[in-house]
């Protein structure tokens, strides 16, 4: 009888227990997702570009909510104040992840506890640029002249201790030479002193320098992937005259911590669906990211590996905390 008993006992628990099969589905009301960038900026379109198709494919809106500033920190902030129901999603740079844990004094998160990562979207290659006024207009001849004559070399980077700023310093390191780094207020200010000829030289995204690069105004003298572009075939990569120089940008769908594991994976396989659109694709490489997807264990031994590269980068370069 206590045995009939306890089976009786354990049989009502396991009815009590919802079931996956018979859990509310998913979404159910709209999603929310926060953007590490401004309103109209690459980053922005592109995330609107990615809401569209979650939307056309689960049938529900995906609201796009975009907060630049603070390199991350207050939209990674007003994310982590959100519940992990599957409601709430963030589209972020690599920088919040990788750069912030060492230039930021105050963070408002702390990415490894507060998130979980869902599915990399694209990667955005870095460019360095020369204006026609530059004394080198190759890789090669900029790095002579930074040996030779330290910090005559002049760079402008959207944004201190930015990926374009640190990847430019990381260039002199390794390299050997010292460039006169200045900082603008975006990308925009630092493209305009460029112009102007008020520095030789320049590193941020191709989203922000294709354009000028296209009309000739800007000479590409190298890129920071892995591999030269398609899009610029004849613009060497920075690996190939300094071995193991490698610096990309990226982009991550992430999900407060606490999010079912049933609708990152909806998510991540959706993201690599989008990836495989022709259209999604053209859009994306018209402003100066391509997709790139990885999920799982996969994707979280990437983001390692970049949160230790820029660890030993912080370190080699003294960066400062602010």
């Known amino acids: 009888m206590k045995i009939a008993h306890a089976l009786a006992l354990w049989l009502a628990v396991l009815v009590s227990v919802p079931s996956d099969a018979g859990a509310e589905p998913w979404p159910q009301k709209p999603v929310r997702v926060i953007v590490t960038a401004a309103t109209g900026s690459a980053p ?3 995330a609107r570009l990615l809401a569209d198709h979650l939307g056309r494919t689960f049938q529900q809106q995906f609201i796009v909510d975009s907060r630049g500033g603070a390199g991350g920190n207050i939209a990674l902030g007003a994310l982590k104040r959100l519940p992990g ?7 972020v ?3 919040a992840i990788t750069v912030a844990p060492h230039t930021m004094k105050e963070m408002q998160y702390d990415f490894d506890k507060d998130f979980v990562p869902v599915a990399l979207v694209a990667r955005a290659p870095l460019l360095m640029v020369a204006a026609t006024h530059a ?6 001849g900029v790095l002579a002249m930074a040996k030779a004559q330290p910090d005559t070399m002049t760079v402008a980077v959207s944004g201190f201790n930015s990926v374009p700023h640190l990847a430019t310093e990381m260039l002199a390191y ?3 030479g010292k460039f006169f780094t200045v900082s603008f207020n975006g990308s925009t200010t630092a493209i305009s002193a460029l112009l102007s000829r008020d520095v030789m030289l320049m590193t941020d995204g191709v989203a922000a320098l294709a354009s000028m690069v296209d009309s000739g105004k800007l000479t ?3 890129v920071f992937s892995r591999n030269r572009l398609a899009r610029y075939p004849t613009v060497p990569a920075v690996a190939e005259i300094v071995p193991d120089m490698v610096v990309d940008g990226w982009f991550v ?3 407060p911590r606490g999010t079912p594991d049933a609708v990152i994976q909806r998510l991540a396989a959706e993201i690599g669906k989008a990836a495989a659109e022709p259209e999604i694709t053209a859009r994306m490489a018209a402003l ?3 997709p790139d997807t990885l999920s799982g264990a996969a994707l979280a031994q990437f983001i390692r590996s970049e949160q230790d590269l820029w660890r030993r980068v912080a370190d080699q370069l003294g960066v400062q905390r602010q």
Do not use: N
């Open 85 to 91: 129901d599957g409601y709430a999603l963030g589209v």
């Open 93 to 95: 740079h690599a920088s």
């Open 288 to 290: 100066g990211m391509y």
């Open 253 to 255: 769908l992430v999900a």
């Open 44 to 46: 922005d379109v592109m």
């Open 220 to 222: 590409p003298i190298a």
């Open 174 to 176: 390794r390299s050997g």
């Open 135 to 140: 004394p080198a207009q190759t890789l090669s």
